[in-house]
């Protein structure tokens, strides 16, 4: 019996090492590690289409620069799944590093990462703990500090005498690294808190008590730091019970048009800042969203655009910095450091995004209304 | 060796086994034979190794089917992170703190263990199952409400039930460092766990565990779950049994979970949530119930499993269900269950053979 069963896995594990792995000297071997199955495999999905996108045409361009790709599943794990990843892509040979998706991986894997001085660049772990004390750790997107305070700051600029409720998901670093900072910079500013309700990964089906606690609170704008799966069910039993607040959203809100059985008329109206938005009209976006929808079938979302961005800010940085592909990981880091604080690339998800030494990305937040299924910009 | 018992063999093969499964581990990572991949498998391997052998001591020998040993874990790993962090600057051997560490954390999962075991272990069946499974979550509920930090001052511990505070509210002096953020989990913990270390805490599970089987106790255990009424007829003390496996198991499940913990710089702890409670029982029931060799070899091949599915990409975790399908209807096949044992009784000598496999 043992045996039979020693013999399966032998034969399987035979199978799985001997996957081809692709061999090229020319190319800087770019690796990634996000969910790809799993509750959250959406967005490490769309982060890994992003970014072959962007490989692909970096590669397809005449300038002797290109990239070879590798992506791992982590689960979004963060403990030993997340170092698995991680350690399958240094086995792999990875050079520098356009992960991790979550933030929660992201934290595990830049610390071993600021060990043994491999670049990592994550698209959309948005934590302050995944670049705080590390040299080596640098984001796409916003700092969740970054999306509270600019939200609170919209607050207090647009909707000065709104009553807020925030819903957030307090088993989330995102979540509650947003709402954090939130509460501090509305309090400075002036905006008025009157309920906060929390919820956990376990119970973001059922939001009745929280809006009802809101609704009895007088909110008329409940703040959503959450992503959009909580956010539809939130927008549904809310025109249930017949209560229509404004809703705000941070990043994770974008995708709400897309969630599968969901009214979108149930989203009219919802304000979110994004720093991408699929219905941009500049050149760069339209082609990316051209080619996502013609590839994967579907608008890219936020994760997309970063995965996307990522690629191409690597890129620059690599030839900023005069980086070979024949460099150790560890060259590569020190090298790339020392540029990342001086560069500016323009992206789908930003004009001229630069970066400060500790790993933040600054560019400018942007606001939108979803009117008739698009995102505009509101008026006032 | 003739004049040992079957039993008393297997143990030996047991230890004999893993010793040299540790020494062939350990020369190959010294000599670099061992990727990075596989060397960043062995400590959450041990660590698993001790948490299938110690869930068995509760599944397999007191028959008491628990859904809620990743609790114990969770209590052990945080306890144990609080303690090696806390003790960072006061004890600088990492070894030492390690150790302290585990035992703190074998402690407190002890500790919770017995308050547990009190009200679950009057329970049998599917009943004690359930409850087990909601001791579990709540384990875990009462976790993501914590928050502890430590500076000069000592330990500060909130208990963050409104879901409002956060780690700011903790007051910490200057100097001050954030052990625990609720939800969050542990982060920035400074990973000092070892192969070394999780290979001496496998052979003191083995120790613990497979003395108390063939101890007196062992055979009272043992007792109480073939037949309850009986053993209780013979005056057989069937709650203090009872509690004696289910203590001594969520004790070395802490251990277990201090090790892993101090494994990794971020740990949240909705790591240690149903789902880790139902693979550590896959392992054990996968080895076989009561099965302690089994136990061992099975966690390591299916832990093993998954990683070495990577080449297969997004089909991997389906070839894994696959797999476990697989291995669950063929060692319980009829057919080739008879088949074997032709096999076996054409090869008299292969009965030798199973037991060295050990």
């Known amino acids: ?380 | 060796m003739k004049k040992l018992s079957k039993g008393a063999r297997t143990d030996l093969l047991t230890y004999a086994g893993v010793i040299i499964a540790f020494i062939i581990v350990s020369v190959l990572k010294a000599n670099g034979g061992l990727n990075r991949s596989q060397t960043g498998l062995l400590v959450p391997i041990c660590c698993y190794i001790v948490m299938a052998v110690s869930l068995n001591l509760t599944v397999g020998i007191l028959g008491d089917l628990s859904l809620g040993h990743a609790g114990f874990m969770s209590v052990g790993a945080f306890s144990g992170i609080i303690t090696a962090m806390s003790l960072a600057n006061v004890i600088p051997s990492a070894p030492v703190r390690l150790m302290l560490a585990m035992i703190v954390g074998a402690f407190f999962a002890a500790v919770i263990g017995f308050l547990i075991g009190i009200p679950v272990l009057r329970l049998t069946g599917d009943y004690l199952a359930i409850v087990t499974l909601a001791f579990g979550e709540i384990i875990k509920e009462l976790i993501t409400c914590l928050l502890v930090g430590v500076d000069s001052e000592g330990l500060h511990i909130i208990f963050n039930v409104s879901g409002s505070k956060t780690a700011n509210d903790l007051n910490l002096l200057e100097g001050g460092k954030v052990i625990i953020k609720g939800a969050q989990g542990a982060t920035g913990t400074k990973t000092i766990a070892s192969f070394t270390a999780g290979f001496i805490l496998i052979m003191i599970t083995l120790v613990i565990v497979q003395n108390l089987i063939r101890s007196r106790q062992g055979r009272a255990i043992m007792a109480v779950r073939d037949n309850r009424i009986a053993a209780e007829s013979v005056g057989i003390n069937v709650t203090k049994y009872k509690m004696m496996a289910f203590v001594t198991s969520a004790a070395l499940a802490g251990a277990a979970g201090a090790l892993f913990g101090l494994n990794y710089s971020n740990l949240a702890a909705t790591k240690f949530d149903f789902n880790t409670s139902i693979l550590v029982l896959v392992f054990v029931v996968l080895g076989g119930l009561g099965n302690i060799w089994g136990s061992i070899i099975a966690t390591v091949v299916l832990y093993i499993l998954p990683e070495a599915l990577r080449g297969f990409a997004s089909y991997r975790m389906l070839i894994y269900a696959i797999v476990l399908i697989v291995v669950m209807l063929t060692t319980n096949n009829p057919v080739l269950k008879t088949w074997r044992e032709e096999l076996r009784s054409k090869f008299g000598k292969n009965k030798n053979k199973e037991a060295k496999d050990a």
């Open chain 1, 1 to 380: 019996m043992k045996k039979t069963l020693v013999l399966i896995l032998a034969l399987a594990m035979v199978f799985a090492l001997a996957a081809p792995a692709a061999f090229a000297d020319d190319a800087f071997k770019l690796g990634s590690s996000g969910p790809l199955t799993g509750g959250a495999a959406i967005y490490g999905i769309s982060v890994m289409n992003g970014i072959q996108i962007a490989v692909d045409e970096i590669n397809a361009m005449d300038d002797g620069f290109k990239f070879e790709f590798e992506s791992q599943d982590d689960e979004a794990d963060s403990g030993d799944k997340a170092i698995n990843a991680y350690n399958a892509l240094m086995d792999w040979g990875m050079q520098v590093m356009a992960g991790t998706v979550t933030s929660g991986s992201g934290i595990t894997v830049a610390a071993q990462a600021f060990d043994e001085r491999t670049f990592m660049l994550t698209p959309s772990g948005s934590s302050v703990d995944l670049i705080a004390d590390k040299d080596n750790a640098f984001q796409v997107c916003f700092t969740d500090p970054n999306q509270g305070v600019a939200s609170a700051d919209y607050f207090a600029d647009h909707f000065a005498d709104a009553k807020v409720a925030v819903i957030y998901r307090n088993d989330d670093a995102y979540s509650q690294g947003i709402r954090d900072t939130f509460v501090k910079e509305a309090e400075a500013k002036g905006v008025a808190v009157v309920y906060e309700g929390t919820f956990t990964d376990a119970t973001s089906t059922d939001f009745n008590v929280q809006l009802t606690a809101a609704q009895g609170a007088g909110a008329d704008l409940i703040f959503l730091p959450i992503y959009y799966t909580p956010a539809s069910v939130i927008l549904q039993q809310a025109n249930a019970m017949g209560y229509a607040p404004k809703f705000f959203g941070v990043d994770g809100m974008d995708g709400i048009l897309t969630v599968e059985g969901f009214d979108t008329k149930l989203a009219e109206g919802v304000f979110l800042l994004t720093p991408f938005s699929a219905d941009a009209d500049d050149a760069r976006t339209q082609a990316f969203v051209a080619e996502y929808q013609k590839r994967f079938n579907e608008t890219p979302n936020q994760f997309a655009a970063d995965g996307y961005d990522a690629a191409y800010i690597l890129k620059a940085a690599l030839q900023a910095a005069g980086c070979t592909p024949d460099m150790s990981a560890a060259d590569i880091c020190e090298a790339l450091i020392e540029v990342m604080p001086t560069i500016s690339v323009d992206g789908v998800t930003g004009e001229g995004m630069t970066w400060s030494a500790s790993g933040e990305v600054s560019k400018a937040p942007m606001a939108v209304v979803i009117k008739d299924g698009v995102y505009v910009t509101p008026e006032f």
